[in-house]
Protein backbone atom coordinates (compact mmCIF):
# COMPACT_ATOMS: atom_id res chain seq x y z
CA UNK A 1 0.00 0.00 0.00
CA UNK A 2 1.11 3.21 -0.76
CA UNK A 3 0.88 5.91 2.00
CA UNK A 4 1.30 9.06 0.66
CA UNK A 5 1.41 10.69 -3.20
CA UNK A 6 3.89 13.80 -3.75
CA UNK A 7 2.95 16.09 -6.70
CA UNK A 8 3.88 19.61 -7.91
CA UNK A 9 5.73 20.55 -4.81
CA UNK A 10 3.14 20.09 -1.99
CA UNK A 11 3.81 18.89 1.49
CA UNK A 12 1.66 15.39 1.96
CA UNK A 13 1.31 14.17 5.78
CA UNK A 14 -0.26 10.85 6.40
CA UNK A 15 0.02 8.47 8.87
CA UNK A 16 0.98 4.61 7.49
CA UNK A 17 1.78 1.73 9.37
CA UNK A 18 2.25 3.68 12.58
CA UNK A 19 4.93 5.40 10.85
CA UNK A 20 4.27 9.87 10.25
CA UNK A 21 6.06 10.30 6.50
CA UNK A 22 6.86 13.93 5.41
CA UNK A 23 7.60 14.46 2.20
CA UNK A 24 8.48 17.35 0.51
CA UNK A 25 8.60 17.72 -3.44
CA UNK A 26 11.18 19.23 -5.12
CA UNK A 27 11.26 22.08 -7.66
CA UNK A 28 13.08 20.22 -10.45
CA UNK A 29 10.04 17.32 -9.85
CA UNK A 30 6.93 19.18 -10.93
CA UNK A 31 6.65 16.43 -13.67
CA UNK A 32 6.92 13.51 -11.63
CA UNK A 33 5.01 11.56 -8.99
CA UNK A 34 6.39 9.90 -5.75
CA UNK A 35 4.86 7.46 -3.69
CA UNK A 36 6.30 6.64 -0.38
CA UNK A 37 5.32 3.95 1.77
CA UNK A 38 7.34 3.99 5.59
CA UNK A 39 7.64 0.07 6.81
CA UNK A 40 8.38 -1.05 10.23
CA UNK A 41 12.02 -1.56 9.22
CA UNK A 42 12.08 -0.42 5.62
CA UNK A 43 10.75 2.21 2.99
CA UNK A 44 9.66 1.21 -0.39
CA UNK A 45 9.72 4.19 -3.11
CA UNK A 46 8.13 4.47 -6.74
CA UNK A 47 9.28 7.85 -8.37
CA UNK A 48 7.05 7.76 -11.74
CA UNK A 49 8.32 10.30 -14.43
CA UNK A 50 6.42 12.08 -17.03
CA UNK A 51 9.64 13.65 -18.99
CA UNK A 52 10.27 11.15 -21.54
CA UNK A 53 14.51 12.32 -21.49
CA UNK A 54 14.74 12.09 -17.97
CA UNK A 55 16.88 9.01 -17.04
CA UNK A 56 15.30 7.31 -13.67
CA UNK A 57 18.54 5.70 -13.30
CA UNK A 58 20.21 7.95 -12.69
CA UNK A 59 18.27 8.61 -9.25
CA UNK A 60 19.39 7.66 -5.93
CA UNK A 61 18.14 6.85 -2.43
CA UNK A 62 20.81 8.00 -0.14
CA UNK A 63 23.50 6.14 -1.28
CA UNK A 64 20.97 3.20 -3.08
CA UNK A 65 20.54 2.83 -6.52
CA UNK A 66 17.49 2.06 -8.10
CA UNK A 67 16.08 -1.62 -7.12
CA UNK A 68 14.78 -1.73 -10.49
CA UNK A 69 14.07 1.33 -13.18
CA UNK A 70 12.43 1.16 -16.53
CA UNK A 71 11.54 4.17 -19.09
CA UNK A 72 9.76 6.63 -17.14
CA UNK A 73 9.82 4.67 -13.34
CA UNK A 74 12.02 3.95 -10.34
CA UNK A 75 11.54 1.75 -7.76
CA UNK A 76 13.80 1.26 -4.31
CA UNK A 77 12.82 -1.18 -1.35
CA UNK A 78 15.69 -0.56 1.12
CA UNK A 79 15.57 -1.68 5.14
CA UNK A 80 16.01 1.41 7.31
CA UNK A 81 19.40 0.74 8.06
CA UNK A 82 21.18 0.90 4.59
CA UNK A 83 21.41 3.72 2.09
CA UNK A 84 23.00 5.87 4.55
CA UNK A 85 19.65 7.23 6.53
CA UNK A 86 20.10 9.40 9.41
CA UNK A 87 18.97 9.33 12.39
CA UNK A 88 17.58 11.51 14.78
CA UNK A 89 16.03 11.26 18.04
CA UNK A 90 13.26 14.34 19.38
CA UNK A 91 11.56 13.44 22.80
CA UNK A 92 9.41 10.50 21.80
CA UNK A 93 9.96 10.56 17.83
CA UNK A 94 12.58 8.84 15.94
CA UNK A 95 13.42 10.64 12.95
CA UNK A 96 14.59 8.45 9.74
CA UNK A 97 15.77 11.27 6.92
CA UNK A 98 17.29 10.84 3.43
CA UNK A 99 17.87 12.13 0.39
CA UNK A 100 16.20 11.25 -3.26
CA UNK A 101 18.84 12.95 -5.31
CA UNK A 102 18.67 12.71 -9.46
CA UNK A 103 22.62 13.07 -10.42
CA UNK A 104 22.00 14.90 -14.09
CA UNK A 105 24.73 13.88 -16.69
CA UNK A 106 26.40 16.58 -18.76
CA UNK A 107 24.50 16.34 -22.05
CA UNK A 108 21.26 15.89 -19.81
CA UNK A 109 18.19 18.54 -20.41
CA UNK A 110 17.16 17.36 -16.67
CA UNK A 111 18.65 19.46 -13.80
CA UNK A 112 19.97 17.91 -10.74
CA UNK A 113 17.88 17.93 -7.49
CA UNK A 114 17.34 16.80 -3.92
CA UNK A 115 13.79 16.11 -2.61
CA UNK A 116 13.96 15.24 1.37
CA UNK A 117 12.83 11.73 2.38
CA UNK A 118 11.69 11.55 5.93
CA UNK A 119 9.79 9.10 8.34
CA UNK A 120 9.19 9.64 11.97
CA UNK A 121 8.29 6.71 14.04
CA UNK A 122 7.12 6.57 17.49
CA UNK A 123 9.79 5.94 19.89
CA UNK A 124 9.12 2.51 22.27
CA UNK A 125 9.71 3.24 25.68
CA UNK A 126 12.27 0.44 26.02
CA UNK A 127 13.92 1.55 22.79
CA UNK A 128 17.80 2.27 22.49
CA UNK A 129 20.07 2.34 20.01
CA UNK A 130 23.45 0.15 19.51
CA UNK A 131 24.47 3.93 19.39
CA UNK A 132 23.78 5.09 21.88
CA UNK A 133 21.70 8.14 20.50
CA UNK A 134 21.17 10.37 23.43
CA UNK A 135 17.98 12.96 24.08
CA UNK A 136 19.88 15.77 24.23
CA UNK A 137 21.52 15.04 20.81
CA UNK A 138 18.97 16.59 18.21
CA UNK A 139 16.41 18.99 18.98
CA UNK A 140 13.86 19.57 15.93
CA UNK A 141 11.89 23.30 15.81
CA UNK A 142 8.77 24.17 13.85
CA UNK A 143 8.04 27.89 13.12
CA UNK A 144 5.47 28.39 10.33
CA UNK A 145 5.97 26.55 7.24
CA UNK A 146 9.64 25.60 8.77
CA UNK A 147 11.13 22.91 10.82
CA UNK A 148 14.62 23.71 11.90
CA UNK A 149 16.91 20.74 13.67
CA UNK A 150 19.96 21.19 15.08
CA UNK A 151 22.28 18.55 16.33
CA UNK A 152 25.27 17.03 17.68
CA UNK A 153 26.95 14.46 15.30
CA UNK A 154 29.75 11.86 14.74
CA UNK A 155 33.16 12.63 13.53
CA UNK A 156 31.97 12.33 9.74
CA UNK A 157 28.62 13.82 10.17
CA UNK A 158 27.40 10.76 8.39
CA UNK A 159 24.82 10.33 12.47
CA UNK A 160 24.23 11.44 15.71
CA UNK A 161 26.85 11.41 18.29
CA UNK A 162 27.61 8.45 19.86
CA UNK A 163 28.33 10.47 23.14
CA UNK A 164 27.53 13.86 25.29
CA UNK A 165 31.23 14.03 26.65
CA UNK A 166 33.89 15.94 24.90
CA UNK A 167 37.50 15.98 25.94
CA UNK A 168 39.15 19.58 25.84
CA UNK A 169 40.72 20.24 22.62
CA UNK A 170 38.46 17.86 20.82
CA UNK A 171 36.18 18.58 18.11
CA UNK A 172 32.22 18.82 18.70
CA UNK A 173 30.70 18.39 15.18
CA UNK A 174 27.47 20.33 15.18
CA UNK A 175 25.09 19.94 12.38
CA UNK A 176 21.77 22.54 11.93
CA UNK A 177 19.14 22.45 8.98
CA UNK A 178 16.22 23.90 7.90
CA UNK A 179 13.12 21.81 6.14
CA UNK A 180 10.95 24.40 3.97
CA UNK A 181 6.76 23.44 2.86
CA UNK A 182 7.64 25.45 -0.67
CA UNK A 183 9.76 24.35 -3.37
CA UNK A 184 11.85 28.15 -2.74
CA UNK A 185 15.64 27.36 -1.83
CA UNK A 186 16.53 28.37 1.03
CA UNK A 187 20.21 29.56 2.84
CA UNK A 188 20.21 28.41 6.50
CA UNK A 189 22.67 30.48 8.59
CA UNK A 190 24.00 31.10 12.16
CA UNK A 191 23.30 33.87 13.13
CA UNK A 192 24.82 33.58 17.31
CA UNK A 193 25.48 31.01 19.54
CA UNK A 194 26.62 31.17 22.85
CA UNK A 195 27.31 28.41 25.41
CA UNK A 196 25.98 28.45 28.79
CA UNK A 197 25.74 26.59 32.15
CA UNK A 198 21.39 26.90 31.92
CA UNK A 199 18.88 25.56 29.48
CA UNK A 200 17.55 28.81 29.25
CA UNK A 201 19.12 32.16 29.52
CA UNK A 202 19.35 34.78 32.09
CA UNK A 203 20.89 37.85 32.75
CA UNK A 204 22.59 36.46 35.03
CA UNK A 205 23.46 33.27 33.24
CA UNK A 206 27.61 32.80 32.73
CA UNK A 207 28.50 32.77 28.76
CA UNK A 208 30.97 31.97 26.33
CA UNK A 209 30.46 33.51 23.09
CA UNK A 210 30.92 30.96 19.35
CA UNK A 211 29.56 32.82 17.09
CA UNK A 212 28.16 36.42 16.97
CA UNK A 213 28.16 40.11 14.85
CA UNK A 214 25.72 38.64 13.00
CA UNK A 215 27.61 35.13 11.74
CA UNK A 216 31.55 35.62 12.58
CA UNK A 217 32.64 32.47 14.04
CA UNK A 218 35.04 33.82 16.52
CA UNK A 219 36.01 30.53 17.66
CA UNK A 220 37.55 30.16 14.61
CA UNK A 221 40.42 33.35 15.03
CA UNK A 222 42.05 31.10 18.41
CA UNK A 223 41.34 27.29 17.96
CA UNK A 224 40.79 24.87 14.58
CA UNK A 225 37.49 25.75 14.97
CA UNK A 226 35.69 26.30 11.53
CA UNK A 227 32.64 25.44 9.15
CA UNK A 228 32.43 22.47 6.99
CA UNK A 229 31.71 23.17 3.30
CA UNK A 230 28.16 23.15 2.97
CA UNK A 231 26.87 19.92 1.00
CA UNK A 232 23.05 21.61 1.03
CA UNK A 233 22.02 25.17 1.00
CA UNK A 234 19.83 24.34 3.90
CA UNK A 235 22.12 23.04 6.14
CA UNK A 236 25.07 23.64 7.99
CA UNK A 237 28.02 21.79 9.34
CA UNK A 238 30.61 23.20 11.99
CA UNK A 239 33.20 21.48 13.15
CA UNK A 240 33.87 23.19 17.11
CA UNK A 241 37.01 22.55 19.01
CA UNK A 242 36.18 22.43 22.49
CA UNK A 243 36.98 25.41 24.65
CA UNK A 244 37.94 25.85 28.63
CA UNK A 245 34.05 26.66 30.22
CA UNK A 246 32.63 24.50 32.70
CA UNK A 247 34.80 22.23 33.17
CA UNK A 248 32.96 19.05 34.49
CA UNK A 249 29.51 20.87 34.25
CA UNK A 250 26.73 20.86 32.09
CA UNK A 251 26.70 22.72 28.74
CA UNK A 252 24.32 24.02 26.80
CA UNK A 253 25.09 26.05 23.33
CA UNK A 254 21.96 28.41 22.49
CA UNK A 255 21.97 29.38 18.66
CA UNK A 256 19.96 32.03 17.10
CA UNK A 257 19.00 30.36 12.93
CA UNK A 258 18.39 32.13 10.06
CA UNK A 259 16.20 30.77 6.78
CA UNK A 260 17.45 33.54 4.18
CA UNK A 261 17.54 34.21 0.20
CA UNK A 262 20.50 32.49 -0.82
CA UNK A 263 21.15 35.84 -3.28
CA UNK A 264 20.55 37.91 -0.21
CA UNK A 265 23.73 37.71 1.34
CA UNK A 266 24.93 41.14 3.45
CA UNK A 267 27.08 42.18 6.14
CA UNK A 268 24.48 40.51 8.60
CA UNK A 269 23.52 37.75 6.85
CA UNK A 270 26.94 35.70 6.10
CA UNK A 271 28.58 32.88 7.42
CA UNK A 272 32.42 34.00 8.13
CA UNK A 273 35.26 31.81 9.68
CA UNK A 274 38.74 32.67 9.87
CA UNK A 275 41.68 31.43 8.44
CA UNK A 276 44.94 31.26 9.08
CA UNK A 277 47.00 33.34 6.82
CA UNK A 278 44.23 34.46 4.53
CA UNK A 279 42.12 36.13 7.24
CA UNK A 280 37.98 35.92 7.49
CA UNK A 281 36.52 34.06 4.54
CA UNK A 282 33.13 33.88 3.78
CA UNK A 283 31.54 30.07 3.55
CA UNK A 284 29.26 30.36 0.73
CA UNK A 285 31.60 32.60 -1.89
CA UNK A 286 35.06 33.90 -1.19
CA UNK A 287 34.85 36.42 -3.97
CA UNK A 288 32.52 38.54 -1.66
CA UNK A 289 34.64 37.62 1.10
CA UNK A 290 35.14 41.36 2.36
CA UNK A 291 31.17 41.17 3.54
CA UNK A 292 33.26 39.45 6.63
CA UNK A 293 35.70 42.51 7.28
CA UNK A 294 33.36 43.81 9.97
CA UNK A 295 33.98 41.11 12.43
CA UNK A 296 36.53 43.04 13.81
CA UNK A 297 34.01 45.76 14.22
CA UNK A 298 30.08 45.67 14.69
CA UNK A 299 28.53 44.23 11.51
CA UNK A 300 25.23 46.50 10.43
CA UNK A 301 22.98 46.16 7.62
CA UNK A 302 22.19 48.57 5.03
CA UNK A 303 19.42 46.95 4.22
CA UNK A 304 15.44 47.46 5.03
CA UNK A 305 14.65 43.97 4.72
CA UNK A 306 17.25 42.29 6.68
CA UNK A 307 14.70 43.60 9.59
CA UNK A 308 11.57 42.71 8.24
CA UNK A 309 13.03 38.98 7.85
CA UNK A 310 12.26 38.25 11.52
CA UNK A 311 8.67 39.21 11.10
CA UNK A 312 8.39 36.83 8.62
CA UNK A 313 9.41 33.33 11.01
CA UNK A 314 12.64 33.56 9.29
CA UNK A 315 14.20 33.40 12.49
CA UNK A 316 15.04 30.39 14.79
CA UNK A 317 15.93 30.01 18.40
CA UNK A 318 17.59 26.77 19.57
CA UNK A 319 19.24 24.67 22.11
CA UNK A 320 21.93 22.15 21.91
CA UNK A 321 22.53 19.86 24.82
CA UNK A 322 23.54 19.36 27.63
CA UNK A 323 26.93 18.09 27.00
CA UNK A 324 29.92 17.93 29.12
CA UNK A 325 33.56 19.16 28.43
CA UNK A 326 36.21 17.08 30.43
CA UNK A 327 39.86 17.81 31.56
CA UNK A 328 42.01 14.97 30.04
CA UNK A 329 44.79 16.04 32.62
CA UNK A 330 42.55 16.11 35.36
Given at each position: MHCVSSKHAVMMVS???????????AAMAVYADMKVDCGPDFVTLMWTESQPQADTSLLRLGSCFPTSFSAGEAYFYVDLTDCNFRILVTGDVLLYSNDLTYVASEDSY????????????????DWYSSQQI???????????????TIGLMNDDFSGPAE????PLGSIIPIMAS????????????????????T???????????????????????SSQSKFEPRQKSSEMRLSLQTFKFAMGEEVFIHCKLLAWDPNGLDNTKKACHFVK???????????????????????????QRSVASEKHGMVQKAVIGPFTITDVNS
Amino acid sequence: MHCVSSKHAVMMVSFCQGALLLSLAAAMAVYADMKVDCGPDFVTLMWTESQPQADTSLLRLGSCFPTSFSAGEAYFYVDLTDCNFRILVTGDVLLYSNDLTYVASEDSYNLAFTHPVVCAYERPKDWYSSQQIYDPVFKTYGLGDLQFTIGLMNDDFSGPAESTNFPLGSIIPIMASVVQKTHQPLLLLLEECVAATTPELHPESTMYPIISNNGCLLESVSSQSKFEPRQKSSEMRLSLQTFKFAMGEEVFIHCKLLAWDPNGLDNTKKACHFVKGHGWELLDNLAQSNLCDCCESKCKSRRQRSVASEKHGMVQKAVIGPFTITDVNS
